[in-house]
């Protein structure tokens, strides 16, 4: 065993050091709202929730739970995010297995092809006009297939793919019979376990989060995913702090209070689900991000 220099044993504390400071102040602030979230009216008020919560109510969890328009949106970003990884897992691994094979005649016109839109976009209006001519406004699928085919995430997979998947393993299968799909289906992707976390989660991170697609491309309130409708919670609070001097004292103290807690509630509520997707996954992140990005 290798005996660490004093320099090496430095550096290491140092790097440890700076990793775990970097750490606490990504938690600190779910930590904060997930605090204020749970406090009481005077922590609120007087703003004195520094780590853990002061006090303890539950009134603004009950109250969004209750709320008929909250649980609609929620049901409308899982629906959103599972199907749209799911598109987005077949269009992108179909399209690296095959930019991976060497045997694959237009290879490199199909790999010209996508990349140029990802130098060059269209825009917002010819996509706006591109959706609406395919009669996907205002429906699920203006949120789900657009972003189908990433073509970053496509070329992680083509890398995974030819630093992976060996040519004899592939030719194997040709001598026993199998066609393509039978041969990406039943081989291919069972040793793909490593790229599928990876880019099931980019997609489902981009998916959950996205709000600027529904604002943009749903017009009917049934259909509004969940950060849409916290974005207009986060709106309705700044109009009403824009007329606060027109309240008594005592209703603008609760009005404070109760928006105050809501919109803490609402953050948590919009970030829990996501994050508890990362423990599962945590052993294929490291692992697949460096096996996608070798040069192929």
């Known amino acids: 065993m290798k005996i660490k220099s004093l320099e090496d044993r430095i550096v290491d504390a140092l790097a440890a050091l700076l990793v775990s400071l970097f750490a606490l102040a990504c938690l600190y602030p779910i930590l904060y709202c997930f ?46 995010t599972v199907l749209g990884t799911a598109f ?48 996907l406004y205002n429906t699920i699928w203006a949120i789900v297939l657009p972003g189908a085919v990433s073509i970053w995430n496509s070329i992680l997979a083509k890398t995974f793919y030819q630093s992976t998947i060996h040519d004899s393993l592939i030719e194997s299968a040709v001598i026993d019979g199998a066609n393509d799909i039978q041969i990406f289906v039943r081989i291919v992707l069972p040793l793909s376990t490593t790229i599928i976390a990876i880019l099931a989660l980019y997609a489902a991170v981009g998916l959950w989060n996205d709000y600027f ?9 049934a259909l509004k995913p969940l950060q849409l409708y916290l974005k207009e919670v986060l709106a309705a609070q700044a109009s009403m702090s824009a007329i606060s001097s027109m309240l008594s004292p005592e209703d603008y103290v609760n009005n404070y209070v109760a928006s105050q807690r809501i919109k803490y509630v609402l953050i948590i509520v919009s970030t829990l689900p996501i994050m508890l997707v990362y423990p599962f996954i945590q052993k294929y992140f490291v692992k697949g991000v460096m096996l996608g990005s070798v040069k192929g």
């Not at 005077?42 to 004195?48: H, T, W």
């Not at 269009?91 to 990802?118: D, E, H, Q, W």
């Not at 697609?213 to 309130?221: G, K």
């Open 213 to 221: 697609s529904a604002m943009i491309y749903l017009r009917d309130e």
């Open 88 to 135: 987005s897992l077949l269009c992108n691994l179909s399209l690296g297995y095959v930019l991976s094979r060497r045997n694959f005649v237009f290879k490199k016109a199909l790999t010209v092809f996508i990349l140029i839109p990802m130098m060059f976009g269209g825009g917002l209006i010819p996509t706006f006009l591109l959706i609406k001519s395919l009669h």
């Open 35 to 80: 605090s204020m979230s749970l406090s009481g009216d005077d922590a609120i008020l007087k703003c004195s929730v520094r780590l853990l919560p002061r006090g303890f109510n539950l009134d603004s969890y009950k109250a969004v739970f209750a709320n008929p328009e909250f649980l609609i949106s929620f049901k409308n970003s899982v629906v959103y």
